[in-house]
């Protein structure tokens, strides 16, 4: 089942402005991480926010956390032509016994930056 | 170079053969994973393993099967019992469960 729905699923910008990306969940998770995945490559981590975290940042990446939400945001500021990709959040949910986390990703958001 | 790998990049298989992609990694990760992947759609679970010889299913194990001999590697068999078994799959490994993941460049089948 799919844990994270992430919103728009399709995103078109011009270089240098700023695209914000959204991630809705369902359960209590211990974090949240945000990946991109370029046309038909593997996926490459990102960045990784705690559940007692509310933001974070790397380089041109802003992540945000609202846990009474259950939602995520991310930024990327001053976009380049580099950065299209697809975007996806994965949810890492525990078990009730504690064991097993495993993560769970969203369809993802298919970002284009047009030069 | 550290890393994580997989093969073949492309895979052709005939309706009622079985197939293993190979997935291997040499950063000392505990815990590795099998997904796969549809067009349009996200990744979704198929295996994963936390500790050498053993491994759980994941939300779609059925017409998979894997093993887990070694730390660093981690086979991947889709068998005649997979009914739809065109996609691209990814094979993935973190320090442990929870942490950040590693994917490899996927492989991608074909049933023809």
Redesign the interface.
């Known amino acids: 089942s799919q844990q994270g729905e992430e919103d728009p699923q399709a995103l078109s910008i011009q270089e240098g402005e700023n695209a914000t990306m959204n991630c809705s969940y369902k359960t209590s998770i211990n974090n949240l991480q945000w990946y991109r995945q370029n046309s038909g490559r593997g996926l490459v981590h990102l960045i990784l926010i705690r559940s007692n975290e509310r933001e974070k940042h790397s380089g041109r990446l802003r992540v945000t956390l609202d846990t009474s939400k259950k939602s995520s945001s991310l930024l990327i500021t001053a976009s380049r032509a580099a950065d299209t990709a697809s975007y996806f959040c994965a949810t890492d949910e525990r078990g009730d016994t504690g064991a097993n986390s495993k993560l769970t990703f969203g369809k993802g958001i298919t970002l284009s930056v047009r030069p | 170079d550290g890393g994580i790998t997989q093969s073949p990049k492309y895979l052709f298989r005939k309706e009622g053969q079985n197939v293993t992609l190979s997935c291997e990694q040499n950063l000392n990760h505990d815990a590795m ?1 099998w ?1 796969r992947q549809d067009p ?6 198929i295996y ?1 393993s ?1 500790i050498v010889n053993d491994f ?1 299913k ?2 779609i194990a059925e017409g998979y099967s894997v093993s887990r001999e070694k730390k660093e590697s981690f086979p991947l068999t889709v068998t005649s019992a997979q009914k739809n078994p065109t996609a ?1 799959y ?1 094979c ?1 490994s973190s320090i442990w ?10 492989t ?1 089948l074909t049933v023809l």
């Open positions: 994973y997904y349009g759609q996200g990744l979704r679970l994963y936390q759980q994941g939300d691209f990814l993935a469960e929870g942490n950040e993941q590693f994917f490899g460049p996927g991608r």
